[in-house]
């Protein structure tokens, strides 16, 4: 065995080979007979989703025959020889086998609450499904290639020196900056920046991808792949996170080298009676496999001036807008307890309108009124409206029901485009600007004007009839127009069939047995 290099030590895995005849894969037998994994769908956020997208990517900058084959550089580097054996695809399997399995983790004083892994999440990580042989399916390859990544990553003496081939950093290098771990900067003087326990090391874990939840996803899964080479190899020198932490100047020379007991984690230093290669979060020598700068926080979505450009400062509502909000509600509160069980109030933000039975009745009716109204001119038409509650008229003054004011009075309606026509059966609608047109009774619709935030006054008059009487005695004409094309119709199908029934009865007469006929000549009756 060389000095530096992995060797495999589970007897199980020295022997595994891969199925025979496809579809007798034995799980945590044949190689790559893993399971299952998967099958969740939809999006997963955090570490996890970031990890499950890189694992995918993975599989395009290298092929699967290339990163197992005995001349594989990373097997290479991790064996320390050539890989005549063949043992670097059965470390591969080994390990994430017994990642696998790991059920749980957390860490030594920590609360329950706090785990640091579970083996449910792999299936979030593996989300697209890895099928029973990995070596079948894209997410199961990929995966077999990170663990590939991180192990080299992990592994580390003096005779090392850090160094990676320049074609292995071309492969695992969104992978190692994927799995780094940050801590957070630490800025005021009087705080000590050495942390020398497993605690104080993961309070000062910094994870800006997901929420809170998932704070320590990083770090178990890391640890889920030390567990398994603990498992699986024998080494003689020790793994480390050093080449994928990024310190942010926190001092971590004298925490103690960590095992895994169990389900615990633990960083006391060498325990005694284990023989397996134990792990160190930092040392002092190795070369850094990632960027040296910390994770930006992600960016939240901003609201910018539309003439300007500028970031509108955000912050929580202010105490004005909720007040704002509550009179709005109270105004329409008022105006529905006004309205009889018939009547009431269609909403949208900023508006309302009023909405009665009247509005739906009698569409026939409300022809008939609007073309009688059209015709005796404005003014009858005002002083008829004037007599029916809850309508306008338009015109140059204008009055106002106690409802309709307050209707009114609602910010952000705007003046719409023309209206339904008059007399035509129409519920309140939008316009083509987005604006809501408020129809009471059987007059002509009432468009609110804009009420500007703090004025209470109406800008000026409503808009005049004669802006929209034009499309409105077009229509009437034309449906008058049908009317009497119909009745024209009626009474031509009358007349002939008049006719056509007499000359159809006296047929029948004179046919009829018994009946009396008489004879007539053209010079005069026999």
Not at 150 to 168: F, H, S, T
Not at 204 to 224: D, K, N, P, T
Not at 370 to 377: E, L, P
């Amino acid at each position: 065995m060389s000095r530096d290099g992995l060797e495999l030590k589970s007897e199980k895995w020295k022997h595994a080979y891969r199925q025979s005849t496809k579809g007798e894969c034995q799980k945590h037998s044949n190689l790559y007979c893993l399971g299952v994994y998967g099958r969740e769908r939809g999006a997963v956020e955090g570490f996890l989703g970031e990890l499950s997208n890189a694992v995918t990517a993975l599989t395009t900058r290298t092929t699967w025959h290339d990163f197992i084959s005995s001349d594989s550089p990373l097997g290479k580097y991790a064996l320390g020889r050539i890989d005549r054996e063949g043992n670097w695809k059965r470390i591969l399997s080994c390990v994430m086998s017994e990642a696998l399995q790991m059920s749980r983790l957390q860490g030594e004083g920590r609360p329950k609450t706090e785990g640091l892994w579970s083996t449910g999440l792999w299936g979030k990580v593996l989300r697209g499904e890895t099928g029973d042989d990995w070596s079948d399916s894209t997410k199961g390859q990929g995966m077999m290639m990170a663990i590939g990544c991180v192990i080299g990553a992990m592994m580390m003496d003096e005779g090392r020196q850090g160094d990676l081939p320049e074609d292995v950093r071309k492969i695992c290098t969104q992978i190692w900056e994927t799995v780094a771990l940050d801590l957070q900067q630490e800025d005021k003087p009087d705080v000590s920046k050495e942390i020398t326990d497993l605690g104080g090391f993961l309070r000062q874990i910094q994870e800006v991808r997901g929420g809170e939840q998932g704070r320590y996803h990083g770090l178990g899964f890391l640890l889920s792949i030390y567990y398994g080479l603990s498992r699986c190899c024998a080494y003689k020198g020790k793994y480390e996170l050093s080449r994928i932490l990024r310190r942010s100047g926190w001092e971590l020379g004298n925490m103690g080298a960590c095992h895994i007991r169990g389900q615990v984690f633990t960083c006391r230093g060498d325990p005694q009676g284990v023989q397996d290669a134990t792990l160190n979060i930092w040392t002092r020598h190795p070369k850094s496999l990632i960027t040296s700068q910390l994770r930006p926080p992600p960016k939240s979505a901003s609201l910018k001036d539309g003439k300007t450009g500028k970031e509108l400062p955000s912050g929580p509502p202010s105490k004005q807008m909720s007040q704002r909000d509550q009179e709005t509600a109270e105004k329409l509160a008022a105006i529905m307890q006004g309205r009889t069980p018939n009547q009431g109030i269609v909403a949208v933000t900023g508006k309302a309108t009023g909405l009665s039975s009247q509005d739906i009745q009698r569409p026939l009716d409300g022809l008939k009124q609007g073309s009688a109204a059209k015709s005796q001119g404005p003014e009858h038409r005002s002083q008829e409206n004037s007599m029916v509650p809850g309508t306008e008229s338009v015109g140059p003054r204008v009055t106002e029901s106690s409802e309709e004011k307050d209707a009114r009075e609602i910010p952000t309606i705007k003046p719409a485009a023309p209206g339904p026509q008059e007399g035509s059966e129409q519920l309140p609608r939008q316009g083509a600007g987005g604006d809501v047109q408020i129809r009471q009774g059987q007059g002509p619709p009432i468009i609110p004007p804009v009420l500007d935030e703090g004025h209470d006054e109406l800008p000026g008059p409503l808009p005049d009839e004669s802006a929209i009487s034009g499309s409105e005695g077009a229509v009437i004409g034309g449906v008058l127009a049908s009317l009497l094309a119909v009745g024209s119709f009626y009474g031509l199908s009358r007349i002939y069939n008049r006719r056509m029934w007499s000359r159809v009865a006296l047929k029948i007469k004179r046919n009829k047995p018994g009946a009396r006929v008489g004879y007539q000549s053209y010079r005069g009756k026999t």
